[in-house]
């Protein structure tokens, strides 16, 4: 598909995540209503198990689709990403629909969760070319994500949020799990290299884009479209340095705190100092463990853009 073409031939198909649809029950009937009052063709398929986004994305027919819709969260997200990058070429492009808690890519481009601005965006977005993160990790397994990875407090977070909460309360379940790791806090350290040089940090986010947690700014000068990574490293340890690190990344004022620092890399490796067991989180679920390498992708994503 060009990535000009906005013509009502494109072919769309929705992969939905029903339990992040939950959330916004009535959000995909209308943007589906939307896109087909307009003439275009989309077929969703549900998943039932995780796994389920990524062999869908990677099975779909190019002849019959132009683009795979992920309906769902980040997490979804991060699936269909997956089944992407697994395919032999860059033959499909990826849109979404944003269901999930914090919706950060949906934000990151502009997006939002209004109907009427995701169905444009499906309908005439063009399709661009964004950078693609990749994780190796220990074991040699592999993935990628589009967002960010991290380590530290955010991914024990994120490790041990319940996910019954999580459906139920939303970013409320992470504010509840976030208290509950402040309660428990144990100072740990990473060995973080950068491009060869070598730094210690209390938490560490290798980010592709500006923002976290939804609409708080992490990396200011990152774009999903420039081929870099954004590492984030939060430097000082403890219990009311994890506070002060909050209370700056809520008020917009993170870039500018004392002990935090954004460094540009195309390499990256994370290990936890004095401990080999430790979580990772992936594009805001937990699905990968440290010591881990961080690189850019070998190719690039085309992904649906606000009009």
Same mark, same amino acid.
């Given at each position: 598909?060009?990535?000009?073409?906005?013509?009502?031939?494109?072919?769309?198909?929705?992969?939905?995540?029903? +339990?992040?649809?939950?959330?916004?029950?009535?959000?995909?009937?209308?943007?589906? =209503? @939307?896109?087909?009052?307009?003439? #275009?063709?989309?077929?969703?398929?549900? +998943? %039932? =198990?995780?796994?389920?986004?990524?062999?869908?994305?990677?099975?779909?027919?190019?002849?019959?689709?132009?683009?795979?819709?992920?309906?769902?969260? *980040?997490?979804?997200? @991060?699936?269909?990403? @997956?089944?992407?990058?697994?395919?032999?070429?860059?033959?499909?492009?990826?849109?979404?629909?944003?269901?999930? +808690?914090?919706?950060?890519?949906?934000? &990151?481009?502009?997006?939002?969760?209004?109907?009427?601005?995701?169905?444009?965006?499906? %309908?005439? !977005?063009?399709?661009?070319?964004?950078?693609?993160?990749?994780?190796? &990790?220990?074991?040699?397994?592999?993935?990628? #994500?589009?967002?960010?990875?991290?380590?530290?407090?955010?991914?024990?977070?994120?490790?041990?949020?319940?996910?019954?909460?999580?459906?139920? #309360?939303?970013?409320?379940?992470?504010?509840?799990?976030?208290?509950?790791?402040?309660?428990?806090?144990?100072?740990?350290?990473?060995?973080?290299?950068?491009?060869?040089?070598? #730094?210690?940090?209390?938490?560490?986010?290798?980010?592709?884009?500006?923002?976290?947690?939804? =609409?708080?700014?992490?990396?200011?000068? %990152? *774009?999903?479209?420039?081929?870099?990574?954004?590492?984030?490293?939060?430097?000082? !340890?403890?219990?009311?340095?994890?506070?002060?690190?909050?209370?700056?990344?809520? +008020? !917009?004022?993170?870039?500018?705190?004392?002990?935090?620092?954004?460094?540009?890399?195309?390499?990256?490796?994370?290990?936890?100092?004095? @401990?080999?067991?430790?979580?990772?989180?992936?594009?805001?679920?937990?699905?990968? =463990?440290?010591?881990?390498?961080?690189?850019? %992708?070998?190719?690039?994503?085309?992904?649906?853009?606000?009009?």
């Amino acid at each position: 598909m060009d990535p000009a073409d906005t013509s009502a031939s494109r072919r769309l198909l929705v992969i939905r995540n029903p +339990t992040a649809g939950r959330r916004r029950p009535r959000m995909l009937e209308a943007v589906l =209503a @939307n896109l087909r009052a307009q003439g #275009f063709a989309a077929d969703v398929h549900d +998943t %039932a =198990a995780r796994g389920d986004a990524l062999r869908l994305a990677r099975e779909a027919d190019a002849g019959r689709y132009d683009v795979i819709v992920a309906a769902g969260g *980040d997490g979804t997200i @991060n699936e269909v990403v @997956n089944g992407l990058m697994a395919r032999d070429g860059d033959d499909l492009a990826l849109g979404i629909i944003p269901l999930g +808690t914090a919706n950060v890519l949906a934000r &990151e481009i502009g997006v939002g969760t209004q109907v009427r601005k995701v169905a444009a965006t499906l %309908a005439a !977005g063009a399709a661009m070319p964004v950078t693609i993160g990749r994780l190796q &990790e220990a074991d040699g397994t592999e993935s990628f #994500f589009m967002l960010m990875v991290g380590s530290g407090f955010d991914a024990h977070v994120v490790a041990r949020v319940d996910n019954g909460m999580k459906r139920r #309360f939303g970013k409320a379940a992470y504010v509840w799990q976030s208290l509950r790791e402040m309660i428990a806090y144990r100072d740990r350290r990473y060995r973080v290299q950068i491009d060869g040089s070598t #730094f210690e940090a209390s938490s560490a986010i290798v980010s592709n884009g500006r923002l976290y947690g939804g =609409a708080f700014v992490i990396a200011p000068a %990152a *774009d999903l479209q420039r081929p870099v990574l954004s590492v984030c490293l939060f430097e000082r !340890g403890g219990r009311w340095q994890v506070v002060r690190y909050g209370l700056a990344l809520v +008020t !917009g004022r993170l870039s500018v705190t004392s002990g935090y620092r954004v460094i540009e890399a195309s390499r990256v490796s994370i290990e936890a100092i004095g @401990n080999d067991t430790e979580p990772v989180q992936v594009d805001g679920d937990h699905t990968a =463990a440290l010591p881990a390498l961080v690189t850019l %992708a070998p190719r690039r994503l085309r992904l649906l853009m606000p009009p």
